[in-house]
C-alpha cells in the first residue's frame, strides 16, 4: 500500500495556489496552463457532446473538482444538476462560495459513498484524479463506488494516459497500462463505449515508444518552464501542433478521455 498522503499533498496545494496552474502543470506557469485548459475546455465539449447529445435532465457527479473547471463546463454545456466532490476542505471552501447554487461535497471517493445516494447520478466524471490513487485496492474501490452511483445505464467520463507499454508506478502517481484498466473496468461492471485524446504533447508523452524523442520533449519542456515568456510560446505552439494531430489521429501517447457505461445488473 502507498504511504503517500493524498488528501494533505493536495489540501497544501490548493491552500497554497487555488488557480489552474495549481491545479495543473505547476512549473510551466499560468500562460501555459491557461492554454492547456483551452485545450482541455474544447476536447471535452467535442466529447460530451458525441457521448452525451441529450443532457437537458442530466444529473452530474464531478469527482476532485479541485477550482470548479469541470463544474462551470457541464453547467454551459446545459447539465440539469452538477454536484461536486472534492478530496480537500481548501477546495471545497472555495467552490461553494464560487459555486452557490451548485450541491459541493468533501470527501474520498476511495473510501465510500459518503452522504451521495446510490444510483442518482446519469453521468460521473474524474478527471486527471485516477492516476493519483496509486494504492490499487483504492484504484479498484474507486471504480466500485463510482458504480454505485451511477444509475444502470450510466456513463463514467474519465481521463489517464492507458499505456500501451510498461506500467509507470511513482509515489504520487501510477499510470496503469489500458489491458489492466480494462479488466479492472470489466470487473466492476462497466463496458468500455471509447477513448478519445484530450492532449497529445501538451502532457507529458508518457506512451512513446521512441525514448529519443521523449527526452527530447522533456529537454524543450524544461526550456520552456524557465520563463513565462517561454511557457507562453510553449502553450501556443502545444495548443496549435496538439489541434492538428486531433484531427489526423486517434491514438495519443498523452493523456487520453475514456467513456464507460455501467451495464445493467
Known amino acids: ?24 502543470f505547476r512549473r510551466m506557469g499560468s500562460r501555459f496552463n491557461e492554454w492547456a485548459y483551452r485545450r482541455r475546455g474544447e476536447r471535452f465539449v467535442a466529447l460530451v457532446e458525441e457521448f452525451v447529445p441529450e443532457r437537458s435532465e442530466l444529473r452530474v457527479l464531478d469527482v476532485g473538482s479541485g477550482t470548479g473547471f469541470y463544474l462551470d463546463a457541464w453547467t454551459r454545456l446545459g447539465a440539469k444538476d452538477v454536484t461536486g466532490l472534492d478530496l480537500t476542505d481548501a477546495a471545497v471552501d472555495k467552490l461553494r462560495q464560487k459555486f452557490p447554487d451548485l450541491d459541493i461535497h468533501r470527501g474520498d471517493i476511495s473510501e465510500g459513498l459518503g452522504d451521495l445516494r446510490a444510483g442518482s447520478f446519469d453521468v460521473v466524471t474524474t478527471m486527471d484524479v485516477m492516476f493519483h490513487i496509486v494504492d490499487m485496492r483504492r484504484f479498484a474501490a474507486t471504480l466500485r463506488n463510482v458504480g454505485a452511483l451511477l444509475r444502470p445505464g450510466g456513463l463514467f467520463i474519465w481521463s489517464d494516459l492507458f499505456l500501451h507499454g510498461p506500467e509507470i508506478i511513482q509515489e504520487h502517481v501510477a499510470f496503469r497500462s489500458l489491458y489492466r484498466i480494462e479488466a479492472m473496468l470489466d470487473n466492476a461492471g462497466f463496458d468500455i463505449c471509447g477513448r478519445r485524446p484530450m492532449f497529445f504533447y501538451m502532457a507529458e508523452p508518457r506512451d512513446m515508444s521512441n525514448r529519443t524523442a521523449w527526452h527530447a520533449w522533456r529537454g524543450v519542456m524544461r526550456v520552456a518552464a524557465t520563463a513565462e515568456p517561454l511557457g507562453e510560446l510553449a502553450g501556443r505552439v502545444g495548443y496549435r501542433l496538439d489541434g492538428w494531430l486531433d484531427a489526423h489521429r486517434i491514438e ?12 445493467d445488473p
Open 1 to 24: 500500500m502507498s504511504s503517500f498522503d493524498t488528501r494533505s499533498y493536495w489540501e497544501r496545494r490548493l491552500a497554497d495556489d487555488w488557480t489552474l496552474r495549481g491545479v495543473g
Open 252 to 263: 495519443s501517447p498523452s493523456t487520453e478521455f475514456m467513456v464507460c457505461v455501467k451495464r
